[in-house]
């Protein structure tokens, strides 16, 4: 969910380069389930900040939070950390003090003490794991920080490492309150081991709104900004509504995009917009961009009405995503295709799901579903198993990295082994656990079984492939692959593919593609000729 934030309680106005005081409440979910909460208070003294806490958490966690006290120089040099907590009904204190590069830690739990030192960054941001008060020094810092940027973070008591941030999103969060301007920052949280991307939400006067960390499925939303009554908007068309669409036990919020008023005519294609992987709302912005958004005003403005969703689980929409899959997904979109089916200003002749990554094989396997569907576009869809997609993927990583032949081949034996384990749903156990915990999810499980050449012989349905040829995501032979198995099915319908040069996996210009280029893209705006493709391709399908 991304919700609206109200004015934190008891705060006060800040200077310019300075975040408001005040407190404010957190509910921390994990896995889309509310696991408790923490309560935090900013304050400036004299000599610089204090941030406190108090709260809890139940499992898989199980913490109690006594105390927790973090002080900072006024530029945000820390100072010093104490904790009183209990963590699986085990008493902890911890007792950090901070020089410029040194942090000095005494730990005490079940009555045994030891001492560790680190070396540390200046100025580095203290965030111990699951003591979320840490991030509004985090939020403070990210303020000032631009795309490409660093900020150190110290994760007391263990190891510094680097916060990274990927794209920054000005976004609106409207709502029955009001609404209010926040920006959104993607970072990734360069651990060792197991790099995580996140999603940290500020407001204007330089408060946390938000985290998301989408791969362990923690999602940290202050209390007053928590009504599911509310969304963010990075863009707004002209043309759009919201909507409500009844779904299986719950409904999915969406914006319908309608063209501009032409005379004389009154029934348009209809068109839903079916997002990739994670929790991606409506708009399915990606690096600053808001793909869905974008290409829904392009396919409004050419004549056709357009559908775009949160996901369930996501923004306002209702469901569950710790038990989804592939095919929970499908269905979801085949609700939104029932729906769209019933509006007056829709040609009912005419309803065609476009899904963009992973979403491409939920429309796929939608499609196979409802014959209502009238017509299947993929863009930069899959043309193999998402086993080996993912191998795929992680080689191409693991190509511009400095490692040796034998380290890059442990890593990949490694994964062939963590997706041998979830398919066949035994020998996760020497699964080292942070691995195993993101691995092991029905939504995985879906997504390495699938294998487009098995959905697509129930596919009876016209399909047009739009491919980016920068795409080093989903690379572009898997636009032609796919089509090869569409056109080897038995009783083959038309089938069209149209690669557009010089565009990433995201359908914005790019140089090289890459992933890492995101951040630096001079334009945050796709390429029209996806969407002029595809309403070309509808006015000549029958």
Known sequence: M????????????????????????????????????????????????IITSTGSLGSPVDLRIGRFELKYAADWQPLEL?????????????????AMTTAINEITQNGVTSAKNDQISARTVVLPNNYFAG??????????????????????????????????TPQTLNGPG?????????????NPNVPLEASIMIDDRQRLVRVDIPTSGLQVVREDAASVAVRSESV?????????????????????TTPPAVAGRLRYPGIVLIAGSGPA?????????????????????SGHVVVRYDKRGVGQSGGRTETATLADYADDAIAVVKWLEKRKDVDRKRLIVVGHSEGAAVA?????????????????????????????????????????PEEKQAKIELQKKIQDAVIAGKGLDDVPPDLRRQADTPWFRSLLSYDPAQAIRKVRQPLLIVQGDLDTQVPPAHADRLAQAARARKKPSPVEVVHIPGVNHLLAAARTGEVAEYPQLAERTITPRAAEAISAWIKKTP
């Open 178 to 190: 009001g609404t209010i301007p926040v920006r959104r920052f993607d970072v990734v949280f360069a």
């Open 82 to 98: 104490k904790i009183e907590a209990t963590v699986r009904n085990s008493p902890i204190v911890l007792s950090s003090s901070f």
């Open 236 to 256: 707004r068309n002209p043309t759009d509504a919201p909507v409500s669409i009844p779904a299986n036990g719950f409904n999915l919020a969406g914006t319908v």
């Open 2 to 49: 991304v919700l609206l934030l109200a004015a934190a309680a008891h705060a006060q106005a800040p200077a310019a380069s300075e975040p408001a005081t005040g407190d404010a409440e957190f509910t921390i979910a994990w896995g889309g389930r509310p696991i408790g909460t923490q309560r935090v208070s900013l304050a400036r003294s004299a000599s610089g900040w």
């Open 281 to 301: 709302d409506r708009d399915e912005t990606v690096a600053g961009i808001p793909i869905f958004a974008q290409l829904a005003r392009q396919l409004a403005d």
């Open 364 to 404: 796929l396997l939608a499609a196979a579903k409802q014959k209502a569907i009238d017509g299947v576009v993929s863009i930069a869809g899959p043309g193999t198993t998402g086993a080996e997609l993912i191998l795929e993927q992680q080689r191409h990583v693991l190509d511009r990295l400095s490692l040796s």
């Open 135 to 168: 991030y509004e020094a985090l939020a403070a810092r990210l303020a000032a920080t631009p795309v490409g940027g660093e900020i150190p973070a110290y994760i007391a008591p263990q190891a510094e490492i680097k916060v990274r941030v990927r794209a920054i």
